[in-house]
């Protein structure tokens, strides 16, 4: 593990400016530990909550409610970790908002505390996700970004297959609550491993996107917003980012919330775990082909995971067997392996010289958060009180289609706004 974690600090010395090697080790185990709080409980929720009979309408707005407080504030979180130099910290107080948050999930039925809870997790994972862009780059600098973006994607994957395995025994042995229990762990493991991240070690500077000797201005708060407007490849690839969670984001629940409808004897959260599992593991040596290829550009990765997607929602539309979940999954895995990776490096490609990389990336999971928000109430709404979850695949698999003409304009902006840099 050392010697593959080292790799881009040996890209950081030759920009002559290194991170310690512990300091990268660390980060990748925080990437493995953040990987069940940074979405809290995720799709173990939506299952949660159908199996308790509540209403679907309510299921939908809870889920929604969380997508929308993380879509409000991840811009202003991308700008924040532009401009403060205490990442460490911020990430560490967001840990702790969206553990209490998806605890309170457990203990109440109530309609406004269940979306008061959502909402809180959602906003501190937003947090979290800034910060630990913010610390990648300030580490990795931009020499060792996609190598050690996809090392933080597999160690994060790592995580996810650890904790879904963890929380649907758990919840399959004990009761949904304890699953908290794992969640808990995750938590402090992180903030262990967060600790021994050294700030002597991170370039604040770098980690805004400046690059050494640039003199670009420090950002202060949310500011440099009007710089990113004249960048339409940014924008275009925001765009094509919420139609491609518009139809990703509300599938993973909703084939085990049809799971929980109509064959309740089934395990559902037992599966959600399985489920979940069989996602990470493909996703996994997919971050891995994403970060170490150099045959392929990143932008053959997008193209690839926006394909999938309408196949994976057909497939799931037209196969309701509990085991069609499996096949469903690995093409998940697939996709969301590779725009994992792919989406931060293609933001620092379109964002170059601006010195708002992290407000670029804010920008960007902004529109992408749109999308997944609501494919939630969009996903539930199709399904109503009938039942119609092979239409509402469907309906997804449609959204995901959107995507594909609007990252082909994205790219031919990016080559005539490019133009004139390399000039």
């Excluded at 550009?297 to 799931?316: E, H, K, M, N, T």
Aim: overall charge positive.
């Amino acid at each position: 593990m050392s010697t593959t974690l080292a790799m881009p600090l040996e890209a950081g010395r030759r920009a002559g400016a290194p991170a310690a090697a512990a300091s990268l080790t660390a980060l990748a185990w925080t990437a493995f530990f953040l990987a069940d709080v940074r979405d809290g409980l995720g799709p173990f929720l939506a299952t949660y909550l159908q199996s308790q009979r509540v209403d679907q309408t309510l299921i939908g707005l809870t889920m929604t409610a969380g997508g929308l407080a993380a879509v409000l504030m991840t811009p202003f979180a991308g700008a924040w970790a532009d401009g403060w130099t205490a990442k460490r910290a911020l990430m560490a107080i967001a840990v702790v908002a969206v553990t209490l948050g998806s605890g309170c999930a457990f203990m109440t039925k109530s309609p406004w505390l269940l979306v008061g809870s959502q909402v809180v997790a959602g906003a501190a994972g937003a947090l979290l996700a800034a910060a630990l862009a913010a610390l990648t780059l300030g580490l990795a600098r931009r020499e060792g970004l996609r190598r050690q973006t996809g090392r933080n994607e597999a160690w994060s994957h790592a995580g996810n297959i650890v904790s879904a395995l963890g929380a649907g025994i758990v919840a399959q042995q004990f009761g949904a609550p304890w699953m908290m229990s794992v969640m808990t762990v995750m938590a402090v493991g992180s903030l262990l491993c967060l600790a021994t991240i050294r700030a002597g070690d991170i370039d604040h500077a770098a980690a805004r996107g400046v690059e050494a000797g640039a003199g670009a201005p420090q950002a202060e708060g949310p500011g440099g917003f009007g710089e990113l407007l004249r960048h339409r490849a940014l924008w275009l690839f925001a765009l094509a980012c919420a139609f491609f969670h518009l139809g990703n984001a509300a599938m993973l629940p909703l084939l085990n919330q049809r799971l929980a409808a109509t064959q309740p004897d089934a395990a559902p959260l037992l599966w959600t775990g399985v489920a979940i599992v069989v996602a990470q593991l493909t996703m996994v040596p997919v971050a891995l082909w994403v970060a170490r290829s150099r045959r392929l550009d990143l932008s053959a990765f997008v193209y690839l995971a926006i394909l999938i997607l309408p196949v994976r929602g057909l497939l799931a539309w037209g196969f309701p067997s509990v085991w069609a979940n499996i096949p469903v999954q690995v093409l998940d895995g697939i996709a969301a392996g590779a725009l994992g990776v792919a989406t931060p490096l293609m933001v620092e490609r379109y964002a170059r010289g601006t010195g708002r990389y992290n407000l670029a990336l804010g920008l960007v999971l902004t529109l992408q958060g749109v999308g997944a928000a609501l494919s939630a109430g969009v996903a539930n709404a199709v399904v109503g009180a009938r039942g119609h979850f092979g239409l509402a695949f469907a309906v997804l698999a449609g959204c995901a289609l959107l995507a594909m003409p609007v990252f082909m304009l994205a790219q031919r902006a990016n080559a005539r706004e490019a133009a004139p840099r390399s000039a």
